[in-house]
């Protein structure tokens, strides 16, 4: 059952903030229905770093709502590289927004984090309540900490000025608008490249970060900007809300699952001195279901829908 709305999107002024990313893209055509007076900015016009910037740019528009979609982000490697970059930008981004949004009265933000937040062991499917509760994942805690940093935001803006504010943790990401850099991407899109390039050029064999065996989920970034949107509409309260497919597969399964769908019939070798990451991290999506979305694509078809939209 749907939950009753809590807020309306329809005549708002609404700010999608990172509206060139993957996610900010994918919201910002998924609100092309709701009726709202949509708003954005370049980064050469703020630069979200920048606290006096992100309060001019708040204090002149005064937008009704706010997507929290501006990130520093990357796979494993850049993430793994770059620690200092993905604290940094990240915290600055989530404080300044944040603050300068509670100080013009915005009636409603919703901030986007990460299934990375989790302890490295949590329990799985992960549950909301599993955040801090034991270690983090070494490869990306630099990220993990500036998102866990935006919920508490979030929360503690909530508790103290009584703000509309609230978090929604996407899963590992896919769609139009993806990063295809090998070095900086995540995983899915990684591998379509690599397999495709292979297909062309007729190479024997792909080359498959770490063993193989972790197990990921992944959501196609329209789902998410659906979720999100809904999230927007129907809740309101402090507790982060998990945003997944609840699914999952191993990175071996994904490989051979991206080969059949792109045609590259040779065979996969396993890079086992990359980084495995953390082994398992499965959204735990009841209380999404609870409240009304559960709309997720199936895996193989967002990825086909993918493959062909970035190299058809
Ligand atoms: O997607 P990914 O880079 O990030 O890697 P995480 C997922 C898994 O795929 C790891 C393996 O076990 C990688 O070793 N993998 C295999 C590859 N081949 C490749 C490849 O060619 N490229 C890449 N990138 N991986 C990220 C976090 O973790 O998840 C971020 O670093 C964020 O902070 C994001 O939370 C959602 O899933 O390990």
């Known amino acids: 059952m749907t939950p009753t709305p809590v807020f309306s999107l329809s005549g708002k002024k609404v700010w999608v903030a990172g509206h060139r990313g993957m996610v900010g893209g994918a919201i910002v055509r998924r609100l092309g229905s709701e009726g709202?007076?949509?708003?954005?900015?370049?980064?050469?016009?703020?630069?979200?770093?920048?606290?006096s910037a992100v309060e001019a740019w708040l204090a002149s528009e005064k937008p009704d709502c706010i997507f929290l979609a501006a990130a520093k982000v990357g796979g494993i490697q850049a993430n793994n590289t770059k620690?200092?970059?993905?604290?940094?930008?990240?915290?600055?981004?989530?404080?300044?927004?944040?603050h300068a949004a509670h100080q013009v009265g915005v009636k409603k933000l919703v901030f986007l984090g990460s299934t990375c937040i989790y302890p490295k062991?949590?329990?799985?499917?992960?549950?909301?309540?599993?955040?801090?509760?034991?270690?983090?994942?070494?490869?990306?805690?630099?990220?993990?900490?500036?998102?866990?940093a935006g919920i508490k935001l979030c929360q503690a803006y909530r508790r103290q000025y009584g703000c509309d504010f609230i978090a929604a943790q996407p899963t590992n990401l896919y769609g139009p608008g993806d990063n295809y850099d090998?070095?900086?991407?995540?995983?899915?899109?990684?591998?379509?490249?690599?397999?495709?390039?292979?297909?062309?050029?007729?190479?024997?064999?792909?080359?498959?970060?770490?063993?193989?065996?972790?197990?990921?989920?992944?959501?196609?970034?329209?789902?998410?900007?659906?979720?999100?949107v809904h999230l927007a509409k129907v809740y309101s309260d402090e507790?982060?809300?998990?945003v997944g497919s609840g699914s999952e597969v191993t990175i071996k399964e994904l490989a051979?699952?991206?080969?059949?769908?792109?045609g590259f019939q040779g065979s996969l070798r396993f890079d086992v001195s990359k980084p495995d990451g953390t082994p398992r991290?499965?959204?735990?999506?009841?209380?999404?279901?609870?409240?009304?979305?559960?709309?997720?694509?199936?895996?193989?078809?967002?990825?086909?829908?993918?493959?062909?939209?970035a190299f058809g």
């Open 36 to 51: 709202c007076d949509l708003v954005t900015v370049s980064r050469d016009q703020v630069d979200l770093v920048r606290q």
């Open 83 to 98: 620690p200092a970059e993905f604290l940094y930008e990240n915290m600055m981004i989530e404080a300044n927004i944040i």
């Open 121 to 148: 062991m949590a329990p799985q499917p992960i549950p909301e309540h599993a955040l801090l509760t034991g270690p983090l994942e070494p490869t990306n805690e630099w990220y993990a900490i500036a998102k866990i």
């Open 182 to 228: 090998l070095e900086s991407s995540h995983v899915l899109p990684a591998l379509l490249r690599k397999a495709h390039e292979a297909k062309l050029s007729g190479a024997a064999e792909l080359v498959v970060w770490g063993s193989g065996n972790p197990r990921r989920e992944f959501l196609h970034v329209d789902d998410l900007a659906d979720a999100v």
């Open 239 to 242: 507790e982060h809300v998990n």
């Open 256 to 262: 051979e699952l991206v080969c059949a769908t792109v």
């Open 281 to 309: 991290k499965l959204s735990d999506v009841s209380k999404l279901h609870s409240l009304g979305w559960s709309q997720a694509r199936p895996l193989q078809v967002g990825l086909t829908q993918t493959y062909q939209s």
